[in-house]
Each structure stands twice: as C-alpha cells, then as structure tokens.
C-alpha cells in the first residue's frame, strides 16, 4: 500500500486525468453496496430512507386541500408546536419513527456548522412554502388562476394549482429538499472529511472496533448514510441502479434523469461504483482513496439540480413561445425555480463551496419572477434563457448538453 | 411536386441527407402546402367535427325533453358519428384547437365516473375537471349507467359543451387563424410546418400510438390496463374509432402537396427504400393487423392481448421513421418531450 501512495497523491492531482482509470487499489470493491464483518452486514441507513418517506407524504399532502397548515407542519417537522410527538404520516412506521425533515434541512457540518442564521433562513424558506400553499393556493383549489390570481391551470389534460405568481409552491418544495435536505446532508455533511474522521472515528474504524451497540464503525456508518439520502428507497438498496428513478421523487429519480440524457450517461454508475468504492476504502483504512471518491461524488451528485434547472428552463423558455398561453410553461418553470433554489446546496470540491451560492441563487429566482407584477405570468424566454446560462456558466455545463 | 423542385434536387444529389437540408427545404414552396393543409384537410375536419358535435348536442337535447328508446336511440347514433368526426380532426390542434384546450376537454380518458355522477355541478372550465367531461363521460352516460335517462340534463349539458368549443375552435380558424397560419410559411420552429408537424407526431405517438393501443396493451405498465382503452362503455366502438384515427393520420401524410411527395422530392431513400413508401407500408400494416382485432379493444386485451402488442410494434416502427427519419430529412426539430410523470 505504502508503495502505491505515492502514484494516489498523483492521481489526486490530476484527478481529471485519471478519473476514466479504474481505482488503484490493494483491496476488492464489490459489485454491490454489500459489506460484512463477521458475517453480519455493516451497512445501515434506516433513519435516511424514513426522512425520504417521509418527504414523499409531505409532498403528496401538499396536493389535498383538505389539510391544515398545522398537519402540514407536523409531517414536515415530525413534531408538534410544543415538541410533542404527532401522527401525521398514512405510514405508521413513519409515524413511529423518531426522524424529522425539518431538522436535517440546512443542517450540514460543511456549511451550517457555524452559520445558524442562514440555516434559519433556509428553513423559514421551507416553512413559508408550506403556510404559502395552505392560505394562498388552498383557498383557490376549485378555481381557475389568473394574472395575480391562485388557482388552477392547465398542463395537458391535468390541472396544476399556482399561487398569484404563477408558481406551484409543491414543487418549489420538492425541488428545494433535493438541495436543503439530501444533497446538504450527502455531500456537506456525511461525505465531509470533518464528519467522517469526527473524534477517534480513525482510530476506531483501523482497529475495526464497531459503535455502541452495532456491527458497524461510526466512519462506515457516516459513509452509509450518505448512501442512503441516493439510494436508500431503492428495492435493493445493494442494487440500486436496477429501480434507479422509481424509487423516490427527489435525488434518486432526478439522478436516473440526468442519467437517461445522453450528454451526462453513466452519471448514476459513477456515483454508485465511487460509494462502493470509497466504502471499501473505509474498511481498508485508505483515507485518501475514500476522500477522492467523495470528492467524484460531490462533483457528480451536484451536476443534478444544475442540469435539471437548465432543462426546465430552457423548456419553459420554448412552450412560452410555442403553447398558446404562459400558462403552458409553469410547471417546468416551477421545477426549476425549486432547482435552482437548491443549487445552493452543491459542493465543488476544488472550493469546499457551493458551485453557485445562495445570494446568486435567490438573485435567479428574483430574476425568474421579476419580469412583470405577475411573476411567471409575465417572465420572457430571454430572462429564463439568461437564467440558464447563468448557471450552466457557474457549473462549467454546456446549455445546450443539459437543455436535452 | 417533383417537377418544382429541380434546384433542390440538384442540391441534393451529391450529398448526405443532412448537409444541405436548409437549402432544399427553404426551396419547397411552404406557402402552397400551408394552403392546402389548411383549406382542404384542417377547416373541413373541424367543419365536419363542429356539424357532428351540433348534431349530438341536438340529439341531447332532445332526448333531454323527452327520453324515450328512439330518442336515446338517435342520440347514441349521432354520439357514434361525433366520435368519429373526433378521429379525423384531432390531429390537427396545431393554432386554435390548442387554445381551446380542444382535445383535453374532448377526449380525455378514462373518466372520473364517481366524481361525474356524484358532483350536483360541474365547472367544466376548470383543468381539474377535464377527465369528466367530453366523448369519454358521454360514454359513460350513454352505455355504462343502468339508466341513461336519470342523467340526460347532464348529457346534454356535456354535449352542448363539446358543441360549444368545435364551435369555438372552428371560427378561430374561420377569424383570422387560417391566414396568419398560411402566412407563416418561413422554416423556424414557431413557423406553421414545423409546428403543425410537430403536433401531428405528437398526435400520432401519445394519441394514436400510446392512448388507444400500447396503454390498454400494458406497454407501459406491469399489467395490460384494458379499463384504459376508448370508449369502453359503449363495448363495439375502439376498433373503429383507431381506424379511422390511423386513416385521418395516413390521409394527412399522403395528400398532395404534402409530407410523402416533400420526402419524394428529397428522394430520401432509407435501406435502399423510399422513405415516403416505408412510412405508408407502416400505416397500411398497422391498418392490417387492427382490422382483425375485436371490435372492443378492451375485449381484445382481456381476451388475447398479444395482437394489441403487434399493433402497437407496427405503430411504433413509425414514430421512428417519422420522428427521427422525416423530421431529420425536412430539418424538425422536435418541439416536445416526454411527459414529467409529477
């Protein structure tokens, strides 16, 4: 191994030279996300596949107006006003769980460890969406939505339900958590070297010694749980890439998304061969091998929202000038205005900063409903263009590649 | 056609199919076509379609006063006609049947029966209120209740509304639509060739393709959906109505000038084949092997679902040479994309 470290610091250099080779490595990297100790699995992440179920419960009641905001707060939270325990999900392991959204939402090591204003900031964001959607849209359910007005409109033969903007405050939502919850938590949080080698977890994990109470070392352990924000709805979480896209609304499907657009194929089995990868790294106590990987995934796994804002955009842009009414372009529009805002969340591991940061993103979504007083009523396909070359700029994409 | 079109060949001759595109389809005289779509395919389609949607709402309306066998007999004859006068215009959204919504509010299946029967007033201006309204309800209504007649106020109010916006999409082509559209000859993609071929492969593949054949086949599903096909209430009906869907398609792709002769004139040949011809044998096997299904296509997927499957392969050997192949030949763009599922 000592041997072979020399060529690793090489390969860290030019890692973009290298990074088509297979890993150097002294040990085996399975072909699924499968390791033991002593027969026993050590993988686990049952707390990030529950916040994902959890999301998706959320997502979906933002859809019957019949809910309160109080019921709408209470999934989001898993918790009532006072801190009591609630019920809110149709699941009742959910309801069981003792996991909260909202308290994983800008919460990572990397970015709001020391900055609890702008984790405040975030969240208030999120909570706002939910109060937005109760007392503007909700009111408005059975009406049709005009220029400054909330309501219907509509998307092919479905209806889809905007506040006065023209914005549907559920997918700002969704769209948001993909940054505020999974990408903070995977690539800031769990894939930050200052989580992963936390206290004597370097001493514990070369002396294999397992956390209380578990088969697993608390670095392996960190490891999975950011495994888990991608994968950990999968069928078979092992064997993810087999169900990559239907098993959840957020990061998983949105990778298989940007995986299924030519100019970015193979995006999801680099991600998944990089965790395997670095995971087996973990057992074999190579730190540096691990830190690349996640440094391949941060890269990756942040092209996602940046690919996905473009695409919506430059969609909206076109059904704007070909549909008969604005109205034709609201939905994309409002799949990338909640892409955008998590464009905030991405890592560039050149920097150990988002791609492109929260001012500029806010200034994006401003710009996206700042054409007109009717917001996307209003917007022009130069503003949205514009917008989209923003952030293809910021994240080095072609706009074209990711328009696809 | 092919007299016209002597520079454009000569362009062509020497050349890769996709060097010069601009160049001969600039030369093709759009402004003749647009013409000819427009006066002798689109205006009559919605002229037919609006005559049979009055002509059902007529029959509602009386069967409304006074339900008897004979007037529910009458209505549900001209329901068969407005269903097939449907077929031959739904290709054709591009301009005002789009702003009207035309084809949601028309044709959106399956419908809501619970919410259709249980609501005491329907909005039916509102998005969400689209899959309980249009042919599909008046299915419904007519041939799946056990009494038509305790729902006639609310067939004749469907009816009438279908009336209502062929009627609407009708005078926008009459007030002005038509000219702007013929006007519009130029070759961007907000131009009217490009866009009403782009509405016509859209119609081909998520109407034709998707909606009456490969859904209810399970093509796109675990399990065939045979509660997803056309007008299922009515039980002898889909068949026909895919037919003359497939016919309106192939009469639109055929008719001169238009899309096979354009191709013709480009002599795009693919396997040592006119494209033109290969396109055409398409539609006529898809016809074939639809001919000898039931008449219930529905049936025909309880019963034995894999002809529905060679069906929907026919079909789908022509999304590729119409989507990839003609639109690449007549330099399209594609201007739509696959449906978001949220």
């Keep these: 191994m000592t041997r072979l470290l020399p060529l690793f610091a090489l390969c860290v250099l030019f890692f973009t030279a290298c990074e088509e080779d297979e890993p150097i490595t002294a040990y085996n990297v399975p072909e699924t996300y499968t390791f033991s100790r002593n027969g026993a699995s050590t993988v686990s992440f049952p707390g990030q596949t529950e916040r994902i179920l959890m999301s998706e419960e959320l997502v979906g009641a933002f859809l019957d107006p019949q809910n309160s905001e109080a019921q709408l707060d209470d999934m989001f939270r898993n918790e009532g006003p006072n801190g009591e325990d609630v019920s809110p999900y149709a699941d009742p392991a959910l309801n069981a769980s003792t996991k909260s959204v909202r308290g994983k939402v800008a919460a990572s090591r990397d970015y709001f460890f020391a900055d609890a204003t702008t984790s405040a900031a975030v969240r208030a964001d999120f909570d706002g969406w939910i109060e937005a959607q109760v007392n503007e849209v909700f009111p408005r359910w059975e009406a049709l939505a005009a220029a400054g007005v909330p309501g219907q409109v509509a998307d092919g033969s479905r209806a889809r339900y905007v506040n006065a903007q023209g914005l549907e405050y559920n997918q700002a939502f969704a769209k948001s958590l993909i940054g505020g919850l999974m990408l903070d938590q995977t690539l800031n949080n769990y894939l930050s070297p200052a989580v992963l080698d936390e206290a004597d977890n370097r001493q514990t994990n070369d002396a294999g010694t397992p956390a209380d109470g578990a088969v697993y070392t608390t670095m392996e352990h960190k490891w999975d749980e950011a495994y888990g924000y991608v994968f950990g709805a999968a069928a078979d979480p092992a064997d993810p890439l087999a169900t990559l896209g239907d098993d959840d609304s957020f990061l998983n499907e949105y990778l298989d998304r940007v995986n299924d657009d030519p100019d970015y194929a193979g995006i999801a089995a680099e991600v998944y061969e990089a965790f395997r990868t670095g995971r087996a790294a973990i057992v074999a106590g190579d730190y540096a091998t691990r830190d690349a990987q996640a440094d391949r995934i941060k890269e990756r796994l942040s092209r996602v929202p940046a690919v996905r804002a473009i695409f919506y955009l430059m969609r909206g842009a076109d059904a704007i000038e070909t549909g008969s009414s604005p109205t034709a372009a609201f939905h994309a529009l409002s799949e990338a205005y909640g892409f955008v805002y998590a464009l905030q969340f991405t890592h560039d591991p050149a920097t150990g900063a988002p791609y492109l940061d929260r001012e500029e993103a806010l200034q994006i979504q401003a710009r996206l409903l700042g054409d007109g007083a009717h917001g996307l009523w209003d917007l022009t396909p130069a503003t949205i263009r514009a917008q989209a070359a923003t952030i293809a700029d910021s994240f080095t994409l072609t706009l074209a590649q990711a328009a696809e | ?342």
């Design chain 2, 1 to 342: 056609m092919l007299r016209l079109l002597p520079i454009a060949l000569l362009l062509l001759l020497g050349c890769q199919s996709e060097t010069e595109p601009d160049e001969a389809t600039t030369t093709f005289d759009r402004a003749t076509l647009l013409r000819h779509w427009a006066d002798d395919l689109i205006v009559p389609a919605f002229e037919d379609f609006s005559a049979a949607a009055a002509a059902q709402s007529a029959a509602a309306t009386d069967y409304a006063t006074e339900p008897t066998e004979a007037s529910l007999g009458r209505l549900q004859e001209q329901f068969e006609e407005a269903y097939l006068a449907w077929q031959r215009v739904s290709p054709y959204m591009t301009g005002p049947g789009e702003s009207v919504r035309l084809r949601e509010q028309v044709n959106t299946y399956p419908t809501d029966t619970q919410r259709l029967t249980a609501r005491q007033e329907i909005v039916y201006e509102l998005p969400a209120n689209t899959d309980v309204q249009g042919m599909p309800a008046l299915d419904f209504l007519l041939f799946g209740v056990e009494d038509p007649a305790l729902h006639r106020a609310r067939i004749a109010e469907i009816a009438g509304r279908i009336s209502t916006l062929s009627g609407q999409a009708l005078s926008g082509w009459q007030d002005g639509y038509r000219d702007d559209y013929v006007a519009s000859a130029g070759s961007s993609a907000t131009a009217s060739v490009d866009r009403t071929v782009n509405d016509f492969l859209y119609w081909y593949e998520r109407n034709l393709r998707a909606g009456k054949v490969g859904i209810p086949a399970g093509v796109f599903s675990s399990e065939p959906r045979p509660e997803l096909a056309e007008a299922i209430y009515h039980g002898a009906l889909s068949k026909r109505l895919f037919l003359e869907a497939l016919a309106a398609g192939r009469a639109f792709y055929r008719s001169e000038p238009g899309l096979a002769d354009y191709l013709d004139a480009l002599r795009v040949e693919r396997d040592g084949q006119l494209l033109s011809e290969r396109i055409d044998a398409g539609f006529v096997s898809a016809d074939a092997i639809a001919t000898d299904l039931n008449a219930d296509f529905a049936t025909q997927v309880r019963l034995v679902n894999t002809p529905m499957l060679r069906l929907y392969d026919a079909l789908q050997a022509n999304v590729i040479l119409l989507k990839v192949d003609l639109l690449q030949a007549l330099s399209i763009n594609v201007d739509y994309v696959d449906a978001d599922g949220d």
